[in-house]
């Protein structure tokens, strides 16, 4: 009967959650940019909910967070990024979206931009936090 009582205790053990802290939300996020056919990057900075226009593209931040210092370090990032592309007569027609959804920081390849001319992945998710001690340096 004792043992019985022990494995339940250890089956409910099983079903609690680890502890762990929630993700950070922030308020804006570091994109690096690579064009492929000058092979440069830029690094930029963008705060949620703007945009930023890199060549015929147009990267729409919708939400960024990241993990807590004592977690294993990871970055979230949900971007639209739509690509405004000519008519044939030289004119731009409506941007066509190209990619929508979320990149990780630590694994760029995992969920990417598909672009012949164009790399766009994560770097970093500013926290307030961390955006107030930058400035102060």
């Known amino acids: 009967m004792r043992f019985a009582s022990v494995i339940s205790a250890l089956a409910l ?3 609690i ?5 929630n993700n950070l939300m922030g308020e804006a996020v570091v994109l690096r940019a690579l064009d492929k056919v000058t092979a440069k990057t ?16 147009r990267v729409d931040v919708k939400h960024c967070e990241k993990r807590p210092p004592e977690d294993i370090p990871e970055t979230y ?6 690509d405004a592309k ?23 390849a995992l969920s990417a931009l598909d672009h012949g001319v164009y790399d766009i992945w994560v770097l ?14």
């Open 42 to 57: 830029q690094d930029f900075t963008v705060p949620v909910g703007d945009s930023l226009d890199y060549g015929s593209l």
């Open 86 to 108: 000519l008519d044939g007569k030289g004119e731009v027609s409506e941007p066509e979206k190209v990619f929508s959804g979320w990149m990780m920081g630590s694994n760029p």
């Open 17 to 21: 959650p680890a502890a762990s802290a």
């Open 77 to 82: 990032v949900f971007l639209q990024i739509f």
């Open 13 to 15: 053990l099983a079903l």
């Open 124 to 137: 970093e998710c500013k926290t307030k936090a961390a955006s107030e001690t930058d400035d102060e340096f």
